[in-house]
């Protein structure tokens, strides 16, 4: 394709992205040089926990033609995700004995919302480039996706670590489409935090080590959703009542002040876990849990770890006869797991 039409497509795709309801859509190149650097050190002081694979696949995370022989370019997207109407997450937080769920994962599982939508922008491309290849990616593969979109100037990376934008602050989800076009690649944005660092001031458990460096081993994302095993109790009464997730760090930066709220009927909340009991929550079967996260994301921590999530924030709650017999109806759960966590809460309320 020549330059001009190359130059009217690139233009297209940012057109067609705002018909299918992306905030926004840009164009990044493949030189991440400098972002494998960072990685392979972060990897190289186990900064990632056990989450292993994000040491796999060699330098293909960081190589996008190596992922994808004959990508050129990748097309980078962003779909706002804080769900409308949901209760203020400032005041469940302080609510102890409510559950704090990260604000993404009210909804349903954006992985598939987001690929369909990806895909209807490939199928526009394809028609427009016939034997072009496209590869859509929605936290899917390993694809460094916080690199790309800020190379493509849809936001820049907060010290916190996650993609910031200044009219739409961070809550929202990002995609890639690879491929070998050579698209007009679009200016990254120039950073914008200056000498804030309230996302590192406010961290519970100190996960931010430093100014764009997580330590996901102590990170609350991280220990309520990837750790397997056992939380260690160093942090469990800094987690509060965060059950899955924690948004600490991108409530308190300013520039989510300017951030929108997602259109999309599949970001809304279900089952009212904006604002739920612990006790509650604490009290679901396992087929409770399937079926009622059935579509969720939360679903895929299964029963198990869910109950070890809530032990901890029941542990945390003030010690009400409601709190201390659904602790007490735990402990003898058929989880080692489980019961570990239910025992610890309960030598905490006794304590006391």
């Given at each position: 394709?020549?330059?001009?039409?190359?130059?009217?497509?690139?233009?297209?795709?940012?057109?067609?992205?705002?018909?299918?309801?992306f905030?926004?859509?840009?164009?990044?190149?493949?030189?991440?040089?400098?972002?494998?650097?960072?990685?392979?050190?972060?990897?190289?002081?186990?900064?990632?926990?056990?989450?292993?694979?994000?040491?796999?696949?060699?330098?293909?995370?960081s190589?996008?033609?190596?992922l994808?022989?004959?990508?050129?370019?990748?097309?980078?997207?962003?779909?706002?995700?804080?769900?409308?109407?949901?209760?203020?997450?400032?005041?469940?937080?302080?609510?102890?004995?409510?559950?704090?769920?990260?604000?993404?994962?009210?909804?349903?599982?954006?992985?598939?919302?987001?690929?369909?939508?990806?895909?209807?922008?490939?199928?526009?491309?394809?028609?427009?480039?016939?034997?072009?290849?496209?590869?859509?990616?929605?936290?899917?593969?390993?694809?460094?996706?916080?690199?790309?979109?800020?190379?493509?100037?849809?936001?820049?990376?907060?010290?916190?670590?996650?993609?910031?934008?200044?009219?739409?602050?961070?809550?929202?989800?990002?995609?890639?489409?690879?491929?070998?076009?050579?698209?007009?690649?679009?200016?990254?944005?120039?950073?914008?935090?200056?000498?804030?660092?309230?996302?590192?001031?406010?961290c519970?458990?100190?996960?931010?080590?430093?100014?764009?460096v997580?330590?996901a081993?102590?990170?609350?994302?991280?220990?309520?959703?990837?750790l397997?095993?056992?939380?260690?109790?160093?942090?469990?009464?800094?987690?509060g009542?965060?059950?899955?997730?924690?948004?600490?760090?991108q409530?308190?930066?300013?520039?989510?002040?300017?951030?929108?709220?997602?259109?999309?009927?599949?970001?809304?909340?279900?089952?009212?876990?904006?604002?739920?009991?612990?006790?509650?929550?604490?009290a679901?079967?396992?087929?409770?849990?399937?079926?009622?996260?059935?579509?969720?994301?939360?679903?895929?921590?299964?029963?198990?770890?869910?109950?070890?999530?809530?032990?901890?924030?029941?542990?945390?709650?003030?010690?009400?006869?409601?709190?201390?017999?659904?602790?007490?109806?735990r402990?003898?759960?058929?989880?080692?797991?489980?019961?570990?966590?239910?025992?610890?809460?309960?030598?905490?309320?006794?304590?006391?």
């Open positions: 394709m020549h330059a001009a039409g190359l130059t009217h497509l690139s233009n297209q795709i940012k057109a067609w992205g705002r018909e299918l309801g905030s926004g859509v840009a164009v990044a190149d493949c030189q991440l040089d400098t972002a494998e650097t960072r990685l392979l050190d972060w990897l190289a002081a186990g900064r990632h926990g056990e989450m292993d694979w994000l040491a796999r696949h060699g330098s293909a995370r190589r996008p033609a190596e994808v022989p004959g990508t050129r370019r990748v097309i980078t997207a962003r779909l706002d995700y804080f769900p409308p109407d949901s209760a203020d997450p400032h005041a469940v937080l302080a609510d102890p004995g409510t559950a704090y769920v990260a604000r993404y994962a009210l909804g349903r599982d954006y992985h598939k919302v987001f690929r369909n939508r990806l895909q209807r922008l490939v199928d526009r491309l394809a028609a427009e480039a016939p034997g072009r290849r496209f590869r859509v990616f929605t936290d899917s593969a390993p694809v460094l996706e916080v690199e790309l979109a800020a190379r493509s100037g849809l936001g820049w990376r907060g010290k916190h670590t996650l993609l910031l934008n200044r009219e739409h602050g961070s809550w929202f989800f990002l995609g890639e489409i690879y491929t070998d076009l050579e698209l007009v690649v679009d200016a990254p944005e120039v950073a914008h935090c200056g000498t804030c660092q309230a996302c590192i001031d406010v519970p458990t100190r996960a931010i080590v430093a100014p764009w997580l330590d081993r102590r990170c609350i994302s991280y220990l309520t959703i990837e397997a095993g056992a939380i260690p109790e160093e942090f469990r009464g800094a987690m009542n965060r059950i899955y997730g924690c948004d600490d760090c409530l308190v930066c300013p520039w989510n002040r300017f951030a929108r709220t997602s259109e999309l009927a599949d970001f809304a909340v279900r089952n009212a876990l904006d604002h739920a009991d612990l006790v509650e929550l604490f679901w079967s396992e087929a409770d849990f399937n079926e009622r996260l059935a579509g969720s994301a939360i679903r895929r921590i299964g029963h198990e770890r869910w109950l070890r999530n809530i032990a901890i924030a029941l542990g945390n709650a003030p010690a009400s006869p409601a709190v201390l017999g659904a602790l007490a109806g402990a003898d759960h058929p989880s080692p797991l489980v019961r570990e966590h239910v025992g610890w809460a309960l030598r905490r309320h006794a304590g006391a």
